[in-house]
């Protein structure tokens, strides 16, 4: 029967994080996720704080922290701590992240040709980030792959205000081989094409074709390989004669699956155990404290006991908290109380503006320990992060990531001293 | 004919009865012209509950429209069979519904000509096992599901071959009238250009169903409706291969229609006033959710792809017949009425038809035109059930399996799909568009079924918008159509209505996840008002 210092229940962001990190510092960690996260949905880049009116991501903490209730309003002072240990842990790697709180927040262009903040970017899709100083926009797309859009996004970028932006921006498309519209084309598969050298230099060599002369930027479909992004990446700087940035398109997230993949291999490196795949099905009690969770396994139950247990379930969106019928919120390991907007109306009339229900969460002491609405810790070896924390709207405020990273580090750094003094 | 007549006759609605009667009026060879204030099939139409009646629900409250059901049911077949799946139906009782009701219901039904057979309850569960074992009797009858999109599709183009035109987005905004009162001409405005048009005729046919009030109204006519909302659910699958009824009078959430690849659970009736009022309400849902659970038990946990609700045509009988009075939507009924308004309003010319089911438009058209025709001095007779539907009605009915079948047929693998879920590939999108180029997302959606699976249109609204744009910039697109971003928004805002009133469970979840995509990754919070371009946004 497996037993750890600390299980870690989910494998998003914020799981994989603090699993990475209590690894890292010598802790015997157990990571138990229902299934793949929003890693794999998501854009991969580092969403830390890019509230309406903040030109800065430090800024942006700052306005957020000052907010009673936001996650930040009690982590505001550990967030840099814990980019500088995101960083540190990706350097070196493809998913390397460039760029930091104090740059200002650039609009970037997403596939559909809207601009979106940005400031911390993983190394392949650095380049979309300004000044660009009269160079052109470039949108390259692949032929029959369904979701790259470059006419349509150059169109609507044009329509729309960009200060500072590109001199110029065009949209081709390049035919890559062996690629027609019976293939199933999904990002994936693609990145697992680009992965092959042969392929790959055929593909450059297409996409290059359609390149025309100028000075670009060359937006592509963040297809660039699993495995060999970073080669891939410069491989095709060379060939298409111009910074390459990748832009990601409709799930599932290659940028993101990078992601995923890195922070496994760093946790199984450092010794740490994860099992994708299975629910936590039974909660075992001692009081206020939880001895061990179980997880349905391949035809058996797994029993796991641990310290402490890390709640890293993610939300409505991770399936971590279910609503019910009439309202009711559920969250599905512990049954901790759960937060929502219950007074208003959930939902804006408005399918392209923030929906009320989405500050929905677990409320947390300054140790991140779940509490009641008197305040009082309801579990107390249980500790709370990333998007299943109350009182943020991370796609308005774009700090999912953020939240999701810090929470994980203030959570890893208190129980690593802990097991440290023990 | 007064000078300056354009056509003989303006039908008002493009709904299944509208453009019935445009086909009717253009086979008896009276001109005719239909206006539509927004896409065909867009009213209760598109937003009823997908039920061919055998007529057998109506045979002891209402056997008038029982034996109209039953008989359109026969010609439908006949003339429509691209859009009719023949399900089949039971009618089942459950230890609530009463032991009256079911020892009497097989005389009735003979009476009323409806074919009825028992079925033994192991015969019963072994075709349908996810009903309820506490179902003590059940009879087979002939209802079957029943596609309004391309049964009002296919009537406006046989419409359209005997010489009729039909347009939509053009709404009714007044009326010109002579000295004796008697309509000349109808006052449209395109409700997307605003541009009006007057359009001169001999004779108005108002079908408008729950919205005939108003017309009447416009033309200084009287009607009054009792619009009564009906609210349904649709599940994201099949509980049945047949329609199942409850054996009981009319009551909430008593009919289950198997529709493609989901099923459709309904309806709840309440009386109202507003037909525009499509808000379905939480103890709308768990009523009906509750009254589901006595067919198929474990249905209130299963997930629920939308809500939505439709606005019954129903007309206030004291108004038509100066009969009883009435306090229930339900009690009123459902069989259809011609008015003419000219001999009971003095204002010739007019007639409107109301009541009615879909499954009878064909017959409630005949009525209607019946009397224009005779009124304008045509006696051509109808010819309506005797002719076959043309294309996309008259081929055999969609079944997602003949979809994937096709795909497969051309070589595997997967097609060029906009929308996985309901396995709708580019070139049907296109040709779609070919065939309408002033088409939104969500007029599409009416012809393809496209956003209409478990995902309600997270990955392909994107897709079928850089389509659209495509079109536009090529010049293909009409130019009152909407561009690619405000169709996009429209779609999804129009997606989200049906999602709200049922966003828990799985359903909230795939709300969050395509809140993130479109939101978070693609910033469409951000996205220009309309797409640029050569010819940007006017
Ligand atoms: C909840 C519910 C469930 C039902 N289930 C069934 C069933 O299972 N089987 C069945 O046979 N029947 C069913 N019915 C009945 C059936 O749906 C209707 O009787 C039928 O659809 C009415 O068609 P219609 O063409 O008369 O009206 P509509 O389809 O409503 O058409 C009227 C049209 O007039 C248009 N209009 C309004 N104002 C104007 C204007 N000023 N200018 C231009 N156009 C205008 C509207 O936009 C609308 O499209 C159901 C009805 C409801 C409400
Ligand atoms: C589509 C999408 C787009 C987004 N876009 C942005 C953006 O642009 N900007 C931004 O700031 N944020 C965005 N976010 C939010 C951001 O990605 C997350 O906040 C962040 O990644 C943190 O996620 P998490 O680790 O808390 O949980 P998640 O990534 O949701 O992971 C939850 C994990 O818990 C597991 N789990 C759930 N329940 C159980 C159970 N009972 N037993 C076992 N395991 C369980 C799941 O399987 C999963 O592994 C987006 C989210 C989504 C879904």
Redesign the interface.
Known sequence: MPRADVVVIGAGLSGLACAAELAGSGASVFLAAKGMASTHWTHGGLDVAAPDGASTSRDGIARLAGSAGHPYARMSDHVADAVAAHRARLDGTAVAMVGDLDMPLAPIPTALGALRPAAILPMGQGAAVGPWEGQGLLLLGIGHFRDSWVDYAARNLTAGAWPGGPAEIRAVTADLPGLDARNNLNARTLAVLFDDPAWRARALAAMAAVVPPGAWRIGVPAVLGLEAHAEIHAHAQEVLGGAVFEMPSLPPSVPGVRLFDELRRRITAAGGRIQVGFDVVEVERDGRRVRAIHTEAASRTLRLAADTFVLATGGIAGEGIRAHRGRRLEERVFGLPVTAPNDSEWFSDDPMQPHPIESLGIDVDDHLRPIDPTGQPVLENVRVIGSSLAGMRYLEQRCGDGVAITSAHVVARSLAARSAAA | MPAGAEVDVVVIGGGATGAGVLRDLAMRGLSATLVERGDFASGTSGRYHGLLHSGARYVESDPISARHCIEENAVLRRIAPGTIEPTGGYFVATPDDPDDYLDRFPAACAKAGIETEPVPLDELFRAEPLLSREIRAAYRVPDAALEPWELVDGTLNSAREHGATAHRYRAVIGFERDADGSVAAVMTRDTRTGEEETIACRAVVSAAGAWAGQIAELAGARLTMSPGKGSMLIFNRRFSTAVINRLAPPGDGDILVPVHTVCILGTTDITGEDPDDAVVT?EE??AL?ADGERLVPGI?GARVLRAYAGSRPLYDADEVSGAASHDESREISRAHHVIDHGARDGVGGLWSIVGGKLTTYRLMARDVTDAVAAALGNDAPCRTADEPLPEPAGHSPYWLGDRLAAIEA?????????CECELVT?QRLADALDRRADSSLDDLRRTTRLGMGPCQGA?CM??A??ML??RR?DGRLHPAAPD??VAL?SF??E???GT?PI???DQ??EL?????????????????E????DD??S
């Open positions: 939480e849902i768990s959710l209130s051309e070589g595997g693998g997967d097609a060029d799909l906009v580019r990955f994107p897709r918008a850089a744009d495509a910039a690619a971003n928004r999804a805002a997606r989200l209505r709200r966003a828990w469970g909230l979840t969050f996840l395509t809140a993130g995509i479109f939101r978070g990754t693609l910033g469409t919070d951000a996205l220009p309309h797409t640029g371009g940007a946004a």
